[in-house]
């Protein structure tokens, strides 16, 4: 179980950082390297300001920030809810993610990043 414990320490410093830490005010963190050197939204664009909001328990204003990252937020918690339990019950992992699963999550993630940089789609940019 020390290695469950481990990725929760890391988690919990993490959103604790981007905490206290708000990426809201400048100077905190860089610009994101995409939307430097482009001008479009990258897939990971608001992720910072997502985890923020996530972080302080405003979900709404998360899903304004970067949607993909609620949503990915939330499918890691189960990920990680399912990964103790077997540990916990001293079971062995019987397979690793079907290939399906992970060009699904590829292909999402492109639809994304094409969908908020589409113009007038302005509900997908970072708020």
């Known amino acids: 179980m020390l290695r469950p414990l481990g990725v929760a320490a890391a988690a919990c410093a993490v959103v604790t950082t981007v905490g206290v830490l708000d990426p809201n005010q400048p100077g905190h963190y860089p610009t994101c390297p995409w939307l430097f050197l482009t001008g479009t939204w990258c897939p990971g664009c608001g992720t910072l300001r997502a985890l923020h909001d996530l972080g302080h328990g405003d979900v709404v204003g998360a899903l304004d920030r970067n949607p993909l990252t609620v949503v990915a937020t939330a499918g890691l918690l189960v990920w990680f809810g ?46």
């Open 82 to 127: 399912v990964w103790v339990r077997r540990l916990w019950l001293g079971r062995q992992r019987t397979s690793m993610a079907p290939a399906w699963l992970i060009y699904s999550l590829f292909w999402l993630i492109v639809v994304f990043w094409v969908a908020r940089n589409v113009p007038g789609w302005t509900w997908l940019s970072p708020a």
